[in-house]
């Protein structure tokens, strides 16, 4: 008997969980399906698979990017891709230079004019770096915040204020781990990150009454070229791609993840595995520990250079 019962108790479950499920995913495509969706860095990387998913879950894309002979090659693919299940638009591009923040503003009004307005903004645009602190100019650090962080919060400024008319949009940053933790060698590049989620922090408190969204998405190592087109402390380009980046997520499992976060509206996502996420709580809750073994890390990758 009790067996019995508790066989149906996890059979309820079961069927709740399932339910849980599709409704979720029926709310994601809803609210996904007809939107008009932006995406920076489209024309490769984490962006190009984010405009691939979104293009499939039925978005009006306009994809932007510096390389307008690459976006039309992706908006190409797009316009050749249809499974017939779900109504799916030809998208549109606007390039522009995003580190070119005098030029943002008319590419946000030229972003406008193509729909009237916009849904979702999907800050994907970046730069990475590699180096040491100690031999790093101080304008390799602006290039990367002006790349990382002062792009996409000129964008994002650009666009508010027809969000904020209409009471409606939904503003997402494609973060970093590195906006949360720092690791040794990356300092420009965390520091873009950690200033991106601040900004962010602080925009979704102050637009929440407007019915503005905001969603800061922190992927870990992610399987792109993000580092063979890192620039070093001197500005050249690293142009190695790393071990850790080689072993990284693959990138449509994550734009898919990026697809899942924006269509749930979630505020706060980390896309990351387990060592990552626990250095995020050691690094909160015994930040000695996580110094030491940052400290450590940064001896053992500088010792083959010495040899």
Do not use: W
């Amino acid at each position: 008997m009790i067996l019995s019962s508790h066989r149906r108790s996890l059979s309820r479950r079961g069927a709740m969980e399932l339910f849980g499920s599709l409704l979720q995913r029926f709310r994601q495509r809803v609210y996904i399906q007809d939107a008009v969706v932006v995406i920076t860095g489209a024309s490769s990387g984490l962006g190009k698979e984010c405009a691939r998913v979104f293009h499939a879950a039925g978005a009006r894309l306009i994809l932007c990017g510096r390389d307008q002979a690459r976006l039309q090659e992706l908006v190409q693919e797009l316009k050749e891709i249809a499974d017939g299940k779900r109504k799916t638009y030809s998208p549109s591009t606007v390039t522009f230079d995003l580190s070119d923040t005098e030029t943002v503003s008319s590419a946000a009004e030229e972003i406008l004019k193509r729909h009237g307005h916009v849904d979702i903004l999907i800050n994907n645009a970046g730069i990475s770096y590699r180096g040491m602190v100690l031999t790093t100019h101080v304008d390799v650090h602006k290039e990367v915040m002006g790349i990382n962080y002062f792009g996409p919060i000129a964008l994002t400024q650009a666009i508010l204020p027809s969000m904020v008319q209409r009471r409606s949009g939904h503003i997402a940053v494609i973060s970093s781990i590195q906006g949360k933790i720092a690791i040794p060698f990356r300092s420009a590049y965390a520091a873009s990150k950690h200033a991106s989620q601040a900004f962010f922090d602080c925009l979704r408190a102050e637009v929440e009454q407007y019915g503005v969204l905001v969603s800061v998405i922190s992927p870990g190592y992610i399987r792109t070229n993000l580092s063979l087109n890192a620039v070093t402390g001197d500005g050249s380009r690293y142009g190695v791609l790393d071990k850790n980046t080689a072993e990284g997520q693959d990138p449509q499992k994550v734009a898919e993840a990026v697809l899942r976060a924006v269509g749930c509206k979630k505020e706060d996502v980390l896309l990351a595995g387990l060592l990552p996420t626990l250095a995020v709580y050691i690094r909160t809750l015994c930040p000695h520990l996580f110094f030491k073994l940052m400290a450590s890390r940064a001896r053992k990758e500088q010792r083959p250079k010495q040899d």
